[in-house]
């Protein structure tokens, strides 16, 4: 598991920088996706189930002095981090004011260090699959042979353990408890006898391209004049289509994005919500949501060396032997039968990691809100319903 880095302590305009001038570089194992999952959980995708969501009202000034939807946005890297499947902060080409790089290090003009650790996944991916073709007396510069090993090139290709960077954003959404019907949730809110509406705060992330597919595209389909969610009541329908296997994967993947009506008596507990999750900042995300959390320089490069450290070990070997087993396989041909692999190159060396699947673990307990009427100020720990 990535470590967590020490909090930054960055001024707001530097915050909005790190999100605004990213640029776009082109056993069994889980997913960890907070360091506070207590106080600050990160949402999980519920298997074929409707969820009635409400989305706080926060707004921001950008760089450019615009107002927009308050959240975090960024790119990463897909990593496979040891046993776990895991996202890094990308910073290629990140501009900090002064004050900031002091506690970043982020260099003049910033490249990424995992950005760069790219190549050398790749060049493990080409010598792994020509190394097996060699191995088993194949000239692997034949387009023929490329054809043959497509598809174990590109279960090389899935295994890199740094992938290149997905544009993300992240947000706070509060998941309220529903009435069952027919042992299903449905999207009518569950007002207990005391009156009193049970919902949690989650950060929910999504790449860019979903979040605009599926959750701006809700604003068009219903008409609504705003750029934004914020101050919505909307429902994430996960239902996964007959006759598909109900996980997951095919959950996320069904996703649909809706607003919904008739809220107007909930206003109260709208305007409680927005209180409630005030401290919910892009900030706050960049501290406690791993895939969002803002590294200095140092610690990014002590993070990709971690995590590159068996790559650059097994290609090492590779590039060291390649050569060699490429000679004797010209020496004596391919008509011969197979050539034996060399003895540097084990089964072992070039293995393929196991796609993980996504966990599955259970959504964090929900417990009554204080409804409307009493103080505004929220009290207790934030994000603990």
Known sequence: MLSRPKPKQISETAASAI????????????????YDPTNFPVFETPINQKILAYIPNHTLVDAEGNSRFRADEFFAHP??????????????????????????????????PACTAINECWSLVNYAWKSEAVAQGYNPDLDAVKDQFKARRKEFINSRVIKEAEAFITFPIVVIECEEKDGKLTTTPKIDSTGQLHGTVYWYTARRNSYESKWLSAIEDADVDSDHLGGRWVVLDYTVDKGLEENKMNSARSLQVRLKGNMDSYSEWATYFDQ????????????????????????????VDS???KTREQLSLLETGFSAQMDKLKAIGTNGGGVPALEQFTEQSVATPVAPAMPTAPMTPTAPMTPPGLPSTPVGTVGVN
């Open 79 to 112: 990593i496979i981090d040891g046993r776990s499947y895991s996202y890094l902060r990308c910073i290629q080409g990140v501009r900090v004011d002064e004050e900031t790089n002091q506690v970043l290090h982020y260099k003049e003009t910033c490249e990424c």
């Open 19 to 34: 999100m605004a001038t990213a640029s776009d570089p082109g056993a069994s194992r889980g997913s960890y996706k907070s």
């Open 307 to 309: 995590i590159m450290a």
């Open 276 to 303: 409630l999750t005030e401290p919910w900042t892009p900030a706050k995300a960049q501290e406690v949501v791993v895939s969002d959390v803002v590294r200095s320089y140092e610690e990014i490069e002590e993070a």
